[in-house]
């Protein structure tokens, strides 16, 4: 994939187990949040998103986390499955509509 | 809706010639974006239209790359001459107006020799 040979940090998690995929942003006037995630050969998909007046937001199987005061976002997926095992990207929104994306976290799920 | 719709999905070109990427939003979709993706820099914006109208390519990395939206279902990033360095996976991605969530394409893999 597009990401192959680069050191991004990773996540091994076992099937079945949670995991928690971390991201810190830079800009603290940034008022909306996206995780995505992107499989090999493919585009960037939306997960899950939060604004910035929220500090936590659920999905199916996936809750993302917001702490202001330390610009911080998180991903927590429950039960991880094989299809899980992808890049993992934060992205913040600024200025008008545009999306500045974190430099990704692997995941990979052992069977 | 068949999604962003992005082509050729790869392309080996020598170094000099004239590339083309070619990008179709999702109809309803009145922003659309051009990024690239690198090992080193991750995914980078390079230009963003609304409505049709360039409103920011301070991303566009020098004079050789162009971008245009003649109309609301198309667009192209045209790199001219291409070097190796340009080598990357090109994504488009579009959204509405007022709803952030973008989607992206499959992307172009651009390879120069």
């Known amino acids: 994939g597009e990401n192959v040979g680069l050191h991004l940090p990773t996540l091994s998690v076992q099937e079945g187990d949670n995991s928690i995929i971390n991201c810190a942003y830079s800009?603290?006037?940034?008022?909306?949040f996206i995780w995505y995630k992107q499989e090999s050969g493919k585009g960037p998909q939306f997960i899950i998103d939060i604004r910035s007046n929220m500090d936590k937001r659920q999905g199916q199987r996936v809750t993302v986390l917001l702490n202001k005061t330390v610009k911080h976002l998180s991903l927590q997926i429950a039960a991880t499955q094989p299809g899980d095992s992808a890049v993992y990207f934060c992205?913040?929104?600024?200025?008008?509509?545009?999306?500045?994306f974190g430099k990704g976290n692997q995941v990979v799920v052992i069977p | 809706d068949a999604g962003v719709i992005q082509s050729p999905r790869h392309e080996v070109t020598e170094m000099g010639q004239e590339v083309t990427l070619r990008c179709k939003p999702i109809?309803?979709?009145?922003?659309l974006f051009w990024y690239r993706q690198t090992m080193m820099r991750g995914l980078e914006l390079l230009i963003y239209?609304?409505?049709?109208?360039?409103?920011?390519d301070s991303g566009m990395p020098e004079d050789r790359f162009s971008a245009k939206m003649p109309n609301a279902s198309f667009s192209t990033l045209k790199i001219q001459p291409s070097e190796p360095r340009d080598s990357a996976v090109y994504f488009c991605?579009?959204?509405?107006?007022?709803?952030?969530?973008?989607?992206f394409g499959s992307g172009t893999r651009l390879t120069v020799v």
């Open positions: 109809s309803g979709h009145n922003s």
């Open positions: 992205a913040e929104r600024y200025g008008n509509n545009r999306l500045a």
């Open positions: 991605a579009s959204s509405q107006q007022g709803n952030y969530g973008y989607t």
């Open positions: 800009n603290s006037a940034s008022d909306y």
């Open positions: 239209f609304n409505n049709n109208v360039p409103i920011d």
